[in-house]
């Protein structure tokens, strides 16, 4: 079975653009969440959906957005993008909505370049 | 507030000897507990997790952690360190509802 799939691998953007990132779970999995990896850092949590709807979110601005599928699959938005916004993007899947003790399989990520 | 941290954003071992990597985290209620291991330019592995029960959990590729509730701590061992095992390693617990936190991460180096 193929893992969670993210696309694209690499991103190079401009300050104030927006950019779309793309996130397939693993078949049978309801639930996504994005994390956002700055380098030297540990992910932060940005999102978690659970068959179309917002589970949770972190303290993101709301220039960070979100959605699921019908299908499971998940796009992350960031809108006016800031240089601080170069970070490693991780998806993760999960069988569950409750992520405490299930869990998540994690995808290779989009680095996102901002210049 | 809630947090957790690592001690020590390197370490490094010579191949064969003890790994011994730090996670302590920050919370009144004992949290679900997790290790993590990065390759670069991969995403995320489980190698193990603490819920309930048996305080010395073990996962994969030879390590095992401890939880001691005492010390606030989980850290990370393996008894025999390979080539292989170099990478990056995050301690994570779910501190905040329903949102996993990780710490800043470890990057282990092993010697030849």
């Known amino acids: 079975d193929a893992g969670v799939t993210q696309s694209p691998t690499h991103l190079i953007k401009t300050r104030g653009q927006h950019v779309t990132l793309r996130c397939s779970p693993i078949s049978g999995h309801k639930s996504v969440s994005w994390y956002q990896q700055v380098l030297g850092q540990g992910p932060q949590f940005i999102f978690q959906y659970y068959e179309k709807e917002e589970r949770g979110r972190g303290n993101f601005p709301d220039r960070f957005s979100a959605r699921q599928f019908p299908n499971y699959s998940s796009e992350l938005n960031v809108n006016a993008l800031l240089l601080g916004d170069s970070a490693l993007y991780l998806c993760?899947?999960?069988?569950?909505?409750?992520?405490?003790?299930?869990?998540?399989?994690f995808g290779p990520g989009t680095r996102l370049t901002v210049l | 507030a809630q947090s957790v941290t690592q001690l020590g954003s390197h370490v490094s071992v010579s191949e064969g000897a003890l790994v011994l990597l730090r996670c302590n985290y920050s919370?009144?209620?004992?949290?679900?507990l997790f290790w993590y291991v990065q390759y670069p330019n991969q995403g995320l592995q489980l190698l193990l997790k603490?819920?309930?029960?048996?305080?010395l959990v073990k996962g994969i590729n030879g390590f095992e952690a401890e939880f001691k509730k005492s010390e606030t701590s989980f850290h990370l061992t393996k008894p025999s360190a390979h080539m292989s095992d170099a990478a990056e390693y995050f301690c994570?617990?779910?501190?905040?509802?329903?949102?996993?936190?990780f710490g800043a991460g470890t990057i282990l180096r092993v010697k030849s």
């Open positions: 993760a899947s999960s069988k569950s909505p409750t992520l405490s003790y299930n869990e998540q399989f």
């Open positions: 994570a617990a779910f501190l905040q509802g329903n949102k996993l936190v």
């Open positions: 919370s009144s209620v004992p949290p679900y």
């Open positions: 603490y819920t309930t029960g048996a305080t």
